[in-house]
T-cell receptor, first 111, second 114 residues
Framework: DAKTTQPPSMDCAEGRAANLPCNHS???????VYWYRQIHSQGPQYIIHGLKNNETNEMASLIITEDRKSSTLILPHATLRDTAVYYCIVSGGGATNKLIFGTGTLLAVQP | EAGVAQSPRYKIIEKRQSVAFWCNPI?????LYWYQQILGQGPKLLIQFQNNGVVDDSQLPKDRFSAERLKGVDSTLKIQPAKLEDSAVYLCASGAGLSYNEQFFGPGTRLTVL
């Protein structure tokens, strides 16, 4: 079973920031928070990951609370092409650790 | 850099028939994964290879599903015989085996079993 809880859907206006929440209250000390997204009819795409510090890359920012029990993915200026299902996944580091996908959050960016 | 390639993109078969899917991972990636994604759900890991060895196949229905990764590069996933509930998208992913788990996914094969 997925170790995370996400809202099933969210809306965001084009050009505004999209803030996607995720609860992972049972996260262990050596587990990372990963975010992937899946655009319709495509395979999932890696976005970002973090352990305890906030992270930023060209796609998004990841804010992890100090107790690590929740996190927020931020898309700073959402576009229509960001409409997708966003998955928050908790997993240990390394390729031998599974990614267990839940049902994610469907983000609909509105024009 | 070329991405993960999969074929065919679509397949329609009758129940009890057999089917095979092919995956070519990103060059140099040691880890290869097969996932099953049923409509409305997230992908579910079926099997994971590290080079040509199986790391995890705990979710693979071994009475009908089989997978191999000869020479540690390409991989095939086979279903024999297919059931109606096997209708899904089959996704292949590969990873470089880094300290974190970034996986690169192919476009998937959509299987419909009638």
């Amino acid at each position: 079973d997925a170790k995370t809880t996400q809202p099933p859907s969210m809306d965001c206006a084009e050009g505004r920031a999209a803030n996607l929440p995720c609860n992972h209250s049972t996260i262990s000390g050596n587990e990372y928070v990963y975010w992937y997204r899946q655009i319709h009819s495509q395979g999932p795409q890696y976005i970002i990951h973090g352990l305890k510090n906030n992270e930023t890359n060209e796609m998004a920012s990841l804010i992890i609370t100090e107790d690590r029990k929740s996190s927020t993915l931020i898309l700073p200026h959402a576009t229509l092409r960001d409409t997708a299902v966003y998955y928050c996944i908790v997993s240990g580091g390394g390729a031998t650790n599974k990614l267990i996908f839940g049902t994610g959050t469907l983000l609909a960016v509105q024009p | 850099e070329a991405g993960v390639a999969q074929s065919p993109r679509y397949k329609i078969i009758e129940k009890r028939q057999s089917v095979a899917f092919w995956c070519n991972p990103i060059s140099g990636h040691a880890t290869l994964y097969w996932y099953q994604q049923i409509l409305g759900q997230g992908p579910k890991l079926l099997i994971q290879f590290q080079n040509n060895g199986v790391v995890d196949d705990s979710q693979l229905p071994k009475d009908r599903f089989s997978a191999e990764r000869l020479k540690g590069v390409d991989s095939t996933l086979k279903i024999q015989p297919a059931k109606l509930e096997d209708s899904a998208v089959y996704l292949c992913a590969s990873g470089a085996g880094l300290s974190y788990n970034e996986q690169f996914f192919g476009p998937g094969t959509r299987l419909t079993v009638l």
